[in-house]
């Protein structure tokens, strides 16, 4: 196989795309087979680079776009002992891009012969699993601390949108993971003092301000995070998960009512029931309705 960047450009265009433009004249519809082919290259090659992006094949990458461009240019130039050189270079690198590539090929062929196709073309799960994996993460997180001691207030926002409340902390628009969330409550740290957010499957911001409840009839014993959970699941249907640094009991507030000292299973319960099975079982009955209406 011998690659030949030298060519003559104008018989490779009259031969070649002159005749291909020719026969898309004669046959218009052929045009939607050469859209959806450059499409197909163009989405493959979009897969191939996020594979290797961050890697070290990312370097290697550049490298052989310049070592192409230099064969190019030397073939254009007619630098023939030099074109010859790097023609060669370019017939052995097919065998060296295989084994340098030989991790990312392998994952990827590996991904193509399990059920993770959604990850190898770059589509997310389901935003039920994920909030489903958002709200494991938080509980592991808060029986974390719990178990520490260490004072922690975790609000996740539902329908009513607080991005007043986000923009009163420092934004981090981050995965949401129990390491992250513990980490941020470590005492005496930039950003244990306040709340974190968790909007749209992702910690929006940490060492946040929220409005504190001001009942009368709220116990006296409730420290500034516990009525601050109450007040902003008053003021929004958000709901707050917060951890007492006294004692290390778990509380859920939402809808203005503080339910003091839950397990980790009824932590769990509680935040599937109100955010998972709340939420999708009203948009399924939506659509329900939706096709209903249109058959």
């Known amino acids: 196989m011998v690659i030949n960047l030298g060519m ?49 094949a990312g370097q290697l990458i550049k490298g052989i776009i310049l070592l192409v461009i230099a064969t190019w240019v030397s073939g254009l130039l007619n630098l023939k002992i030099l074109n010859w050189i790097l023609t060669g270079i370019m017939n052995l690198g097919v065998i ?13 062929l590996e991904q193509l012969g399990t059920n993770k196709l959604t990850q190898f073309f770059g589509i997310d799960k389901d935003l039920e699993t994920k909030t489903k994996e958002d709200i494991y993460k938080i509980v592991i ?23 007043d409340i986000i923009s009163t902390g420092i934004q981090m628009k981050s995965e949401v993971s129990p390491q992250l969330l513990v980490n941020i409550f470590v005492p005496n740290t930039p950003l244990h003092d306040g709340a974190v957010v ?27 995070r516990h009525r601050a959970a109450i007040g ?16 290390g009991k778990i509380s859920v507030a939402k809808d203005g009512t503080l339910i003091a000292d839950v397990r980790e299973d009824v932590l769990k319960k509680i935040l599937i029931s109100n955010i998972i099975t709340k939420r999708f079982t009203k948009e399924k009955e939506q659509n329900v309705k939706n096709n209903n209406k249109n058959d």
């Open 8 to 56: 003559n450009w104008e018989n490779f265009y009259t031969e070649n795309i002159a005749e291909y433009i020719k026969t898309l004249q004669e046959n218009p519809f052929q045009l939607v087979t050469v859209i959806l082919d450059i499409a197909i290259v163009i989405f493959l090659l979009y897969c191939f680079f996020r594979i290797v992006k961050g890697s070290r």
């Open 232 to 247: 902003i699941s008053k003021e929004s249907d958000s709901i707050a998960v917060v951890v007492s640094e006294e004692t």
């Open 96 to 108: 060296a891009i295989i084994v340098i590539f030989q991790p990312e090929l392998r994952r990827a």
């Open 198 to 224: 968790i909007s749209e499957n992702k910690i929006a911001a940490a060492a946040c301000v929220l409005p504190l409840a001001d009942d009368k009839d709220i116990a006296k014993e409730l420290g500034t």
């Open 141 to 163: 997180a808060a029986t974390e601390l719990s178990k520490a001691k260490t004072g922690a207030l975790i609000v996740i926002e539902r329908d009513i949108k607080i991005q």
